[in-house]
C-alpha cells in the first residue's frame, strides 16, 4: 500500500495561466474525492468520482474547474485562468468502505500559489 | 450556524495529561464522524472515525458521539509533545459521501 499521491507537490503559477494536477489513489479504491483547503480553514469538498464516473460536484467548482478520471484509476484536476483567489493546498483523498462507512485517506496535496 | 463547529483554540495541555477536544454539527441526517490529524504544512492523516452513539477506543485515542446533543469528541490520552497538531473534524450525511469539516483545533503539548 503505497498511498495516495499527488504530483506536483508545488506549483507557482502566473495569473491567466493554466494547471493541471495528478492524484493517483490507492490502488483498490473506487472513490476519489478533491478537495481545497486554505489557511486557517478545514478542507472543502470539490469534487468526487466512483470509479470514472463524476458523481457530485461542489458549486465552488465554477466553469474554469474541470476535473476526470478517464479510466477509474488516476484523476486530474485542470484550472484554467487562474486567479489569485486559487491559490490553496488542493488535496485529493481516496476511499474504501470500512463497515458502515466510507473511509477517505488523503494525499500529501499540491499547494498551488497563483501570483 | 456553520455545519460543523470547533474552538479553533489553540489548546495548550501539559505532557502527559488528557487533551479534550470537542466538536458540534448542525445536521441531525449526520451519520459519520471522522478526526483527523494535520501537521503543519502536511495533509490530514485520519486518526478515527465514529457512527454510533457512544464511545470508541483505539490506543490513546477515544472518539465519543452523541447524536442526540449533536457532539463529538476526541480525547487524547497520556498526551505527547508529537500530539501537537490541528485536529480536524469531518461529517458525512446518509447517502452522501463527501466530507465537510470544522476548522480545526490546533493542541499543543507542553513538555
Known amino acids: 500500500d503505497t498511498g495516495v499521491s499527488q504530483n506536483p507537490r508545488h506549483k507557482i503559477t502566473k495569473r491567466g495561466q493554466n494547471v493541471t494536477f495528478r492524484c493517483d489513489p490507492i490502488s483498490e479504491h473506487n472513490r476519489l474525492y478533491w478537495y481545497r483547503q486554505t489557511l486557517g480553514q478545514g478542507p472543502e469538498f470539490l469534487t468526487y468520482f466512483q470509479n470514472e464516473a463524476q458523481l457530485e460536484k461542489s458549486r465552488l467548482l465554477s466553469d474554469r474547474f474541470s476535473a476526470e478520471r478517464p479510466k477509474g484509476s488516476f484523476s486530474t484536476l485542470e484550472i484554467q485562468r487562474t486567479e489569485q483567489g486559487d491559490s490553496a493546498m488542493y488535496l485529493c483523498a481516496s476511499s474504501s468502505r470500512e463497515g458502515l462507512t466510507d473511509t477517505q485517506y488523503f494525499g500529501p496535496g499540491t499547494r498551488l500559489t497563483v501570483l | 450556524q456553520k455545519e460543523v463547529e470547533q474552538n479553533s483554540g489553540p489548546l495548550s495541555v501539559p505532557e502527559g495529561a488528557i487533551a479534550s477536544l470537542n466538536c458540534t454539527y448542525s445536521?441531525?441526517?449526520?451519520?459519520?464522524f471522522f478526526w483527523y490529524r494535520q501537521y503543519s504544512g502536511k495533509s490530514p492523516e485520519l486518526i478515527m472515525f465514529?457512527?454510533?452513539?457512544g464511545d470508541k477506543e483505539d490506543g490513546r485515542f477515544t472518539a465519543q458521539l452523541n447524536k442526540a446533543s449533536q457532539y463529538v469528541s476526541l480525547l487524547i490520552r497520556d498526551s505527547q509533545p508529537s500530539d501537537s497538531a490541528t485536529y480536524l473534524c469531518?461529517?458525512?450525511?446518509?447517502?452522501?459521501?463527501?466530507?465537510?469539516f470544522g476548522t480545526g483545533t490546533r493542541l499543543t503539548i507542553i513538555p
Open positions: 445536521d441531525r441526517g449526520s451519520q459519520s
Open positions: 469531518a461529517v458525512n450525511l446518509l447517502g452522501n459521501e463527501k466530507l465537510t
Open positions: 465514529i457512527y454510533s452513539n
